[in-house]
């Protein structure tokens, strides 16, 4: 049940205490017999005060820029409450009217508080104090609540000190485990491309055993063989130029405007909400296939940047950018590519002016064992599928 208490500013009149009067060492008010509170034990912030104050003329006490405190000493005469958090102005502050929601912790000590008001402080200065009357009966259901000096502003201070450990211990996993998953696909393509290097090695070990037998037996061994064979080994040879282009011969240049050097992160997925084949809701609802992209980055300038990925990543489209990402589209499939947290307005200014380029390669991946029109698009870590161009 609510309760309503009444002060007039510069009116209302409590006798001094024998305390206060230092004439004595006891402490009892001499309360205004309508401004009381009775709560039980262990009740929560559904007790609520309602507290209306008017000037000395029947005028409302106006609130506005005011700061309300609730302040008290427990009827144990041990523990306080000091209370910033739980004032509502539930009208205009003009009217001088406000609700204060009791915490559960002034609740803990049955019996009569020492002392409780409220504090209205504004503009740094101490406005009025409004005392009142605050009883807490006993509960003897339920017990366990354990008394403690209760200030708000401390609280409020240990709750944003634990939410930012927590966020940034989640932060710190996150970043992680995206290297972590980064560094192991890099590992993955590399032993895949050693694997198809090693194999190509050892036929040209076997052409070049065949040479030898040829000569030892006195073979012909013309000029025109010469240059096939010369032609052979080359088709055989990985330079490291042409596993450079494998891993990251697709370049999409972005100009994002931000006058940095930002890290890009390259995610590619499948079936985002309104590109799946067959039209919205004919797959899965939402993105499905999410693989982060290994990639490598070269700066022109602060103010453009060049991302390169593996080339069976390659799509024919250019970069646009939406909601601080850049993106590219292929039928359900998409590239994302984030650069951090950017200017929105610049961004935007640079948006339209990108590109994506496959370069054309050189050495062994010049000479394709598929036909040139399919290209290899990524499913898992052990599969690839082949798609036209």
Known sequence: MAQILK?????????????EAK????????????????ARQYEDSLRQVFVEITNEDGSAYDLTGANVLFEGILPDNEHKILDNSHAVFYEDPTTGKFRFDMPAQSFSVAGQYKQAFFRVM???????????????????????????????????????????????????????DDNVAEITNLMTTLNQTNTATLSE??????ALGALEDKIKQDGLFTQGEAEEFKKSIFI????????????????????????????????????????????LGAGSFGETLTKLVPCEAEYTDNNSIVVRIPRNFYMDAKPYYKYGDWY?????????????????????????????????????????TAPS??????????TERLERK
């Open 7 to 19: 002060y007039v500013i510069g009116k209302d009149y409590r006798p001094l205490t024998a305390l």
């Open 23 to 38: 004439g004595g060492n006891t402490f009892t008010p001499d309360y205004d017999k309508s401004n009381w509170v009775q």
């Open 122 to 176: 504004k503009d740094y200065r101490n406005i009025a104090t409004l005392e009142f009357k605050f009883e807490v009966l006993a509960d003897m259901v339920v017990t366990g609540l354990v008394p403690r000096d209760y200030i708000s502003p401390l609280d409020d201070l240990f709750n944003t000190i634990k939410e930012t450990e927590t966020k940034n211990v989640a932060e710190l996993k996150k970043i992680v």
């Open 201 to 206: 090695l050892n036929s040209a070990k076997t």
């Open 236 to 279: 055989k040879m990985v330079t490291a130029d042409s596993l450079e282009e494998l891993l990251y011969g697709y370049k999409i240049t972005i100009v994002h405007n931000q006058k940095d050097y930002p890290k890009p992160t390259v995610f590619y997925y499948e079936n985002a909400i309104g590109t799946e084949i067959g039209g």
């Open 328 to 368: 590219l589209g292929s039928g359900n499939k998409t590239i994302k590519i984030s650069l951090g947290n950017v200017d929105d307005s610049a961004a935007k200014a640079g948006d339209g002016k990108g590109s994506s380029y496959l370069s054309h390669s050189t050495g062994y991946f010049n000479y394709p």
């Open 373 to 382: 029109d399919l290209r290899s698009v990524y499913v898992n870590d052990t």
